[in-house]
Each structure stands twice: as structure tokens, then as C-alpha cells.
């Protein structure tokens, strides 16, 4: 079983991620860590020397040909190309979404580089072009907006119903 987990930055995929991946006894796989480790560098600094276009097209051929089993959380701004929506189409996805001003307060002190060189209002300005795309991959829209304690052990179950049901 493959499930990919997509939202906007600060929706809590890595954490829900290996949350969900424990309770249901599968391995967790985060697309970003996976860049991370593969170019030897920080996503921040991979965006600096290389650009977002380039890491785009990287990220794309690790989700592309990834084959093992388990949670996979894609990065934010994985579904910006097209090859990777039809991809995500054929798959079992979750969007986890949160109000803007959750994802905002979760992500405006991060150095997360997008957040540094678009600000606040470019952010905003993504999240709203990005949000139709994640509805139009996903099989389920799960609100992340608490990541409490609590919560999560309701959401997980939630999500294990709906994805163990197909």
C-alpha cells in the first residue's frame, strides 16, 4: 500500500506522516528529506545554488519512480507540475488542510525558502493557486488544523477507514 499525503507547507505531512506510518505499521517516507539526503544539502540551500525550477524537476523524478510501500509526504509544491498531478491522480492521496491563518502562524518563522523570499503576502498568494490543485489529486480532505494529541489518533483512524476501505 502506497499513500501520499500532500497540503501546503506547515499542514503537518512529515508529522502526521510518521504518525500515521506507526500506527499502521508501514514505513514513512518524507519526498523533502528524501531530496535532502540525495543532494547532500538543505532544501533551503538546494533552492539557493540550484533554483526552485531545478529542485521542481528533481523532486518530480523521485516521486515518479518511487516504488516501496508505506506514507509518503510530498513537498508543498509537488503538485505544480502536471506529470506529477496525473501521477497523484492515480494514486491514494490525502490533502491535510488547515486555514490560512493556521499554516501562516505554523510557517512564518521557518526557514523555509519560499517563506524568505516570497513574504507573507506572496505565501498567501501561493497557497490560494496551490489549493485547488491538492483538491484535484486527492482522494480525502482531512483538516489538519489540531495537531494535538487526541486529534491525530481520531484522524488516523478516520484516514485508515477510508484508505483501507479501497
Known amino acids: 500500500m502506497q499513500v501520499y499525503l ?3 507547507m506547515g499542514a503537518g505531512k512529515s508529522y502526521l ?3 500515521l506510518a ?3 505499521q508501514l514505513a514513512f517516507f518524507d519526498l523533502d528529506q ?3 539526503e540525495k543532494f547532500q544539502q538543505s532544501i533551503a540551500e538546494i533552492f539557493q545554488e540550484k533554483g526552485e525550477a531545478w529542485f521542481r524537476q528533481e523532486e518530480s523524478k523521485l516521486l515518479l519512480s518511487w516504488q516501496q510501500p508505506g506514507i509518503i509526504a510530498s513537498g508543498g509544491g509537488v503538485i505544480e507540475l502536471k ?7 492515480q494514486q491514494q492521496v490525502i490533502w491535510l488542510d488547515a486555514e490560512w491563518n493556521i499554516l501562516w502562524q ?14 507573507e503576502a506572496g505565501i498567501r498568494k501561493l497557497y490560494e493557486k496551490r489549493k485547488p490543485l491538492y483538491e484535484m489529486v486527492a482522494d480525502y480532505q482531512i483538516s489538519s488544523a489540531s ?6 489518533d481520531i484522524l488516523s483512524q478516520e484516514i485508515w477507514q477510508k484508505v483501507s476501505a479501497q
Not at 505554523?106 to 513574504?119: A, H, T
Open 147 to 152: 495537531l494535538a494529541v487526541k486529534e491525530i
Open 22 to 24: 506507526e500506527k499502521w
Open 17 to 19: 506522516g510518521n504518525i
Open 6 to 8: 500532500v497540503g501546503f
Open 34 to 36: 528524501l531530496m535532502a
Open 83 to 89: 506529470k506529477n498531478r496525473e501521477f497523484l491522480k
Open 106 to 119: 505554523r510557517i512564518k518563522d521557518s526557514q523555509r525558502p519560499l517563506v524568505q523570499i516570497l513574504g
